[in-house]
């Protein structure tokens, strides 16, 4: 008898009929023996319709409040979900995050879990239960209800799985598994049947939405085994796991592109140290986080400083920065926030020259300008306008993925 | 400084529009120097869409999940009430009945209150907030959250009063008080301005819909002044209280009508020690609440034994009293669903008699025939053919309040 956790997201529970097939699913993975506990997601829409109730009522809701309000979405589908269960012969109980134990701290909005005290989702499974849990949420010392950031439920699956030493953490979603490239982009893209740890880390934190990264992170700190497999079909799915680099190390695994770029360059920074730190601790500060950081060679002590962020936090990121810049000196502060990425990630490229260089002259043949590059020992990223990131994924698929 | 309760119910509540209405009332109580702390129902009809996605699930939905699912309506409506707050400039904080330190036993569905501990409450009362409790709820030992039965965030209202020695407790609904009569029905009913708790108390358990009647227990335990009153107009209500009979003692105070009554009648029945409790012991055990219980008297030791329960518990009575029925030998088991019943209410019926003759005369004028009588002494309650139930409200309105 193995335990599996399995996590259903929104779109797989969002109505009733939904939810009584993935009760259907779980009463088949219970019916073979193993222990179960599932971690659900609020039905479709839910929590973009609580979340505009709140702008409804005051243009800047509290974050404390907010989670609250959130929260209720996870638990009324983990309540209908044991619901369908018992209707179906199955002992079943939903929990709370509160109830599962999931302790975070007390960052409203992106919360990070502390710890999980899984005593009382033990003494469930002992009693026979199917134990359903809402994901995306967990509980301050002080009692209150925080959230774990959009998409998070995957992080509160993993984080169980984990505490309780489970078998795998399955993540039934509504795609079959990590592509070769998007496959809404790229028709020809090809699902993987098992991918690394920090392959799949890289591909989440580059725009790949297949995945929360902050799960897989998890699973690898864990050495949980994460399924990602469809809620609607039988397809077998990627098993993203830590034994699989040494095979495969020659290839380009996946590509990866995110359209949701700014970028923010302070012009002409006097260059001196702690620079650096008077402009990002205080961005850190804001909860603002901040991706790509170039600087160029400095020039008679004065340097250009860039880095980008996502778009939805550019302004808040100006808000902060621009009074910076005045202060240390800088001449100017720009913007562009119409920006992507594209990302080639695999295990094979570490250590192997050539990648970059040919990553390059693919953009270049199509006529792409790169404006930023960084660079992993198992990923390069090449930030460049919005409106070429289709065809920059569509040329190095074809260069990459088809050799 | 005062500390005043208030509570609004889901009428009240009803959208975004009517929540930002309560806000303004409240903060004109806050404007006033006091304290407040506000208990919230659910918004309109949140309750019962919630309860109806139950049953798509599950025909027999589990109650721990029903009070799970059913909780989370007042913790929407507690956020959105705390961040409209905030927008007008006050400080606010929404906690749910766990929070609260509503602490209840465990039968789900109808929890009762083991005690408030209102330790958190007096905490952001301190800091200056405007406290939103979310009403009907609370939480066992074994933090499992309950409900507390429907209608119940009244009890939720004067039980925090009552543990936070609060001035007042102010009932905010879409009725203007307490009236001498369903104004609904009697048009020419008047508005009291004050009436005593047991006067309240047999209203409430009678029919009279404006207050929950364990709410009115409680305050009369705790000797907590209720004012129930509209929150749409600027009406005064009524208040009630414990020092209202001396003065008022020769006078029906109000009449309450009911039309959800059913009644079995076990014919036929041995007329010995036992039988009694054989009959309603299973039935309390199963959470029905029986009403009023007559036994004719015994001709050759038979018997018959006639009680009433409300509409919606006669299938699971007659469930718990058909078997029964046969095991203690009775001859049948007759139902009828079609009653209701009328009843006049006053402390100034205690220990005058003639009310029952009077009551009894102004049916009788009117050809309604009585089915049952119970008595209090400060009410008398008639069971009749509910489509009689109106005319008689009207008689009897006619024939006690306009003297």
């Not at 829409?45 to 509290?62: F, G, K, S, V």
């Amino acid at each position: 008898m193995a335990l599996i956790v399995q996590k259903y997201g929104g779109s797989s529970v969002a109505d009733a009929e939904k939810i009584k097939n993935v009760a259907r699913r779980i009463a088949a993975t219970r019916d073979k023996g193993d222990q179960v506990v599932v971690v659900v997601s609020a039905m479709g829409d839910t929590t973009d319709e609580l979340i505009a109730l709140a702008y409804q009522m005051n243009e800047h809701p509290d974050p404390r409040e907010l989670d609250a309000l959130a929260s209720t979405g996870e638990v009324v589908s983990s309540t209908l979900l044991a619901m369908a269960l018992e209707a179906m012969g199955y002992e079943a109980i939903s929990l709370s995050g509160a109830q599962a134990g999931i302790r975070t701290d007390a960052t409203y909005r992106r919360a990070r879990i502390l710890k999980v005290e899984s005593k009382r989702v033990v003494k469930e499974l002992e009693k026979g239960n199917i134990v359903i849990v809402a994901g995306f949420q967990g509980i301050t010392e002080e009692m209150d209800v925080t959230t774990l950031g959009r998409g998070a439920s995957d992080t509160s699956a993993v984080a169980l799985a984990a505490s309780l030493g489970a078998e795998v953490c399955q993540i039934y979603t509504d795609v079959e598994g990590v592509y070769t490239a998007d496959p809404r982009l790229i028709p020809e893209a090809e699902p993987l049947t098992e991918i690394g740890y920090e392959e799949m880390l890289e591909l989440a934190s580059h725009g790949a939405r297949v995945m929360h990264a902050r799960a897989v992170e998890l699973g690898e700190v864990y050495n949980i085994p994460i399924l990602v497999a469809s809620s609607f079909t039988g397809k077998p799915g990627t098993l993203i796991h830590g034994g699989v680099s040494m095979e495969v190390r020659n290839k380009v695994r996946s590509i990866a592109h995110d359209l949701d770029v700014a970028k923010i360059t302070v012009v002409g920074v006097p260059d001196r140290p702690g620079i650096a730190a008077a402009i990002f601790v205080p961005l850190a500060e804001a909860n603002i986080s901040v991706d790509t950081i170039v600087q160029n060679a400095s020039i008679e002590n004065i340097t250009d400083l860039t880095f980008t962020v996502a778009r939805s936090q550019l302004a808040d990121a100006i808000k902060v920065v621009e009074p910076i810049c005045s202060s240390i000196g800088a001449r100017d502060c720009v913007t562009d926030s119409k920006l992507g990425k594209v990302s080639i990630v695999g295990t094979g490229m570490q250590n192997t020259p050539g990648y970059a260089a040919r990553m390059f002259r693919v953009l270049s043949e199509k006529g792409i300008n790169i404006q930023l590059i960084t660079t992993s020992e198992i990923r390069i990223t090449c930030i460049i306008d919005e409106a070429m990131v289709k065809d920059a994924v569509r040329a190095l698929h074809h260069a990459f993925e088809e050799e």
